[in-house]
């Protein structure tokens, strides 16, 4: 988990230029509403993020961190729901088996929905804040609705670079952590949900451990729409539950023993 490194995927292809665009429109309107400044170098690894922009008009703590986390997760629960509901009802329309896609959406969704709960353990939003969330996530939906329906190759990359930004907002939480810049998140502990879903070790169930859980769960969901993304969408089987003739060569997983920042190219697990 400790070796979860930010990255970035370069855009190829219209499509990904596309996706990479409705993220970065995404993340101004969480930026602004939740304060946080984007340093551009630490996004593309060209600084510590020990280093990041911390001016005091933009230096987030422990109630800026957990609005922004909060806010995140509200929204990355959705994409994963939306397409594993219209691969189900593909499947039955077409009768015929969607090849494993179902299961890892759903299992995407999951995750996302208990790093919300946990967050909401340990912090309670205002009014303010459930309105915006609610309004956040009903154009959310209905956008990631269409545009599933339009083109699921733009919609898993655009889970991917979401995920990016994920991977990036974690890792500059924890970095501030470790500088000492939130001191009432030093010794505060994960809440039960947590240490049960994690199974969380006696002992490492600090914030800043909870966070490096939550960090290894986005950098997963990032390898995987960044490879689901590279695939025929109709055809290819999804690789994160196949089974490979060699399985003692490097292949796609559902751990982080393998894990590729930028997705699996198709001709490497096909």
């Avoid at 009903?138 to 898993?156: D, E, K, Q, T």
């Amino acid at each position: 988990m400790r070796n979860i490194k930010i990255a970035h995927r370069e855009a190829e292809s219209w499509s990904d230029w596309v996706a990479i665009a409705a993220m970065r429109t995404l993340r101004l309107g969480m930026d602004f509403f939740t304060g946080y400044k984007h340093d551009e170098d630490v996004a593309l690894s060209k600084k510590d993020p020990k280093n990041a922009n911390v001016k005091k008009s933009f230096a987030m703590n422990e109630r800026k961190w957990m609005v922004r986390f909060i806010f995140l997760e509200s929204v990355a629960g959705v994409p994963g729901m939306v397409g594993a509901s219209l691969r189900h009802l593909q499947s039955l329309r077409r009768m015929k088996r969607d090849n494993g896609w179902i299961e890892t959406l759903l299992e995407e969704a999951y995750n996302e929905r208990m790093h919300l709960l946990t967050f909401m353990k340990m912090a309670e939003p205002g009014w303010f804040m459930r309105l915006m969330v609610i309004g956040a996530q009903g154009v959310f939906y209905n956008a990631m609705f269409i545009s599933y329906l339009m083109s699921p190759r733009i919609c898993h990359r655009f889970v991917g670079y979401l995920e990016e930004e994920a991977v990036l907002t974690y890792t500059r939480a924890i970095a501030d952590i470790e500088a000492g810049r939130l001191p009432k998140w030093e010794k505060l502990q994960a809440p039960e949900i947590a240490v049960t879903y994690w199974k969380m070790p006696e002992g490492h169930r600090s914030m800043k451990d909870l966070l490096l859980y939550i960090r290894a769960d986005e950098a997963k969901h990032r390898e995987v729409n960044h490879t689901l993304g590279n695939l025929q969408q109709k055809l290819d089987p999804n690789p994160f539950v196949s089974t490979y003739v060699d399985p003692s060569q490097p292949h796609p997983s559902k751990g982080i023993e393998n894990i590729r920042p930028t997705g699996w190219e198709r001709e490497e697990v096909l």
